[in-house]
């Protein structure tokens, strides 16, 4: 995306110095020549905006956890005849139990299992169930001004007929190194996993057998003959209590980083004036050649973490595209310049720069580049 070019700036210039144009001859240089001035300054370079994807949104996260299961114990059935193993006994087949239903070869632990005609048993099981969420922000975007240290060097050229109240030509060279970084999670998710103990009571009906059910413990034979009771449990029921859960957590981080060096050359004429003693304004105006040396990086890395254990990376991705950027944008500067003998004087300026917006990627990455910019600075300089 194009920013508009500023080219109503050059206009200022003509307004700042109708009097040179109307005429006034009280121009603070004099004769032909050059003059040299150096100008440590600050520039805001103008404004990177950053947006990025995740790698990772499309990235097949492992299991990292056990995940669903389920244990039962050896109890069986509720509606076929078998054998069953109890935690505090047993109900096994016997020969009756195919012509009946009915089996002697059972067996149970302490008597407060029974009560009235039932008899209840019971076994322990296991089950875990397991659950995936995923939360993704695939798209991040962030803005960050681009302000450096800026070295400048001004020339500026007297020539002998001058014209349209034009006093010189500035030929500037300027030179900023930028650097912005980006980090942030865009991509996070948990398993967890809640681990459960299965609780089963199976009731049997004693039947006939209820009023002279042996004294417990008591443990059948396969070959009998003893008290016998049905094969089949005439209830079963299942209490699941939690244990623990287990949580696997996961996320990405993700560093990004601009590094960029601007050299900038600057070119136009120069208006000059007087406004007190030893002390003069110069105002220039034209257009900048500006050179951007850069690298832009990306890096992603998944990363997870078991029940808070320490964490393990997944997978990670580079990105990283340098070169070189040629813009053309105009400029607009004040400058007041305090005289300190016949060859040397000190300034101080503010410089206001206008140009084409241009983007640099990086995998995912996308910088857009605002060039529109502002720098100050004071130095000293020495005419020749």
């Known amino acids: 995306m194009n920013k508009p070019q500023y080219s109503g700036l050059l206009l200022l210039p003509l307004v700042l110095c109708e009097p040179l144009l109307a005429g006034s001859s009280d121009s603070p240089r004099s004769g032909t020549g050059w003059t040299l001035g150096f100008s440590p300054s600050w520039k805001n370079l103008g404004e990177v905006s950053y947006s990025t994807g995740s790698r990772s949104s499309n990235f097949t996260i492992p299991q990292l956890l056990s995940g669903d299961s389920l244990t039962i114990p050896s109890i069986g059935e509720t509606d076929g005849y078998g054998d069953r193993t109890y935690d505090d006994g047993y109900v096994n087949e016997s020969a009756i139990t195919g012509a009946s239903g009915l089996t002697w070869y059972w067996g149970y632990e302490q008597s407060t299992q029974v009560s009235g005609s039932d008899l209840a048993l019971h076994a322990t099981g296991y089950q875990t169930t397991y659950n995936p969420s995923i ?65 089963y009571t199976d009731t049997y009906d004693l039947g006939v057998v209820a009023d002279s059910v042996p004294t417990a413990p008591y443990y059948g034979t396969e070959d009998g003959p003893g008290a016998s009771i049905p094969n089949l449990p ?149 005419k020749f």
């Open 135 to 199: 939360s993704n922000a695939a798209n991040y975007s962030a803005d960050d001004d681009l302000d450096g240290f800026t070295p400048q060097l001004d020339f500026n050229y007297y020539p002998e007929n001058r014209t349209l109240g034009i006093s010189s030509i500035l030929i500037s060279f300027s030179m900023t190194g930028v650097d912005s970084g980006f980090h942030f999670s865009n991509f996070s998710g948990i398993q967890t996993q809640d681990n459960y103990q299965l609780n």
């Open 234 to 382: 005439a209830d079963r029921t299942t209490d699941p209590v939690l244990l623990s859960t287990d949580t696997a957590e996961y996320s990405n981080s993700i560093s990004s980083d601009l590094d960029m060096t601007a050299f900038s050359i600057a070119l136009g004429p120069t208006f000059e004036g007087s406004f007190a003693d030893r002390m003069r304004w110069q105002i220039a105006a034209g257009t900048t050649l500006n050179l951007y040396d850069y690298q832009v990086k990306q890096r992603e890395r998944l990363s997870a973490s078991v029940n808070g254990g320490p964490s393990q990376q997944l997978q990670t991705w580079q990105d990283s595209t340098s070169g070189i950027h040629l813009g053309v944008g105009l400029f607009v500067r004040g400058t007041g310049i305090y005289q300190l003998n016949e060859e040397w004087f000190t300034s101080a300026f503010i410089q206001l720069e206008a140009g084409n917006s241009f983007e640099l990627n990086a995998g995912l990455s996308s910088f857009e580049i605002d060039p529109n910019s502002v720098s100050f600075g004071m130095g000293i300089g020495r």
